[in-house]
């Protein structure tokens, strides 16, 4: 079994889009999920991102069939993780850790100053995910339909 951490390359795009749709479908059940989700359309068009310098995209494997992946945006100084998903039966094997840190390193070959990312209230796996990597909590956003 031979597991690998990536680039997303253009092959990987249908497999990714269906990550997408099964994280997305996760989302609606969470809270904060739903506008979350109103806010930030899909992607879609995985292929195009294959070889865009400014959305890089990991995937994680297992024999060459995709189970994670992790999109970043740079923008000037600050890396954004848009993204990152594993599927719940790979989550335990340590995908979410690797991918993102080959986005922190990334970002650092870029000379970005910082990385950011966010979680859903109550989504304690991406929580920890993040804080195991050192990214902390530095705003928290509150929000009421009027």
Request: glycine share 6%; net charge negative; charged share 30%.
């Amino acid at each position: 079994m031979q597991q690998v951490i990536r680039r997303l390359a253009v092959d990987d795009a249908e497999a990714v889009a269906q990550l997408e749709r099964d994280a997305r479908a996760a989302l609606l059940d969470q809270r904060g999920g739903p506008a979350h989700l109103a806010e930030r359309p899909p992607v879609g068009k995985w292929a195009a991102l294959a070889d865009c310098a400014d959305r890089p995209v990991w995937v994680s494997t297992i024999d060459d069939v995709v189970l994670g992946y992790i999109e970043l945006e740079i923008a000037g100084d600050t890396a954004r993780v848009m993204q990152v998903y594993v599927e719940p039966e790979a989550r335990e094997i340590g995908f979410g850790d690797w991918m993102l840190e080959a986005a922190i390193e990334e970002a650092r070959s870029r000379a970005c100053t910082v990385i950011e990312g966010f979680a859903l209230p109550g989504d304690r796996a991406t929580k920890n995910l993040y804080e195991r990597a050192g990214i902390t909590a530095r705003k928290i956003t509150v929000s009421k339909s009027l």
